[in-house]
């Protein structure tokens, strides 16, 4: 990777991790990007599954107060 391409990939993994993506998240779309392109499927089940767990967590954080 040239260093314009590697500092792109650490922003996109910065974001990836603010979004609530875990590292084993990140790298396997890394990896399914790097063999077959953009993996919109595998992007989208992601989010999903991530935005599931982040409800869930919001609502037993709720449920302490």
């Not at 910065?14 to 993996?39: Q, Y």
């Amino acid at each position: 990777l040239s260093s314009s391409e590697s500092l792109s990939r650490l922003h996109s993994i910065k974001a990836a991790k603010l979004a609530g993506f875990t590292l084993d998240d990140i790298r396997h779309l890394i990896e399914i990007r790097e063999e077959s392109g953009v993996p919109c499927s595998e992007v989208k089940r992601l989010i999903e599954k991530r935005r599931e767990e982040l409800t869930r967590k919001l609502r037993e954080l709720e449920n302490a107060q």
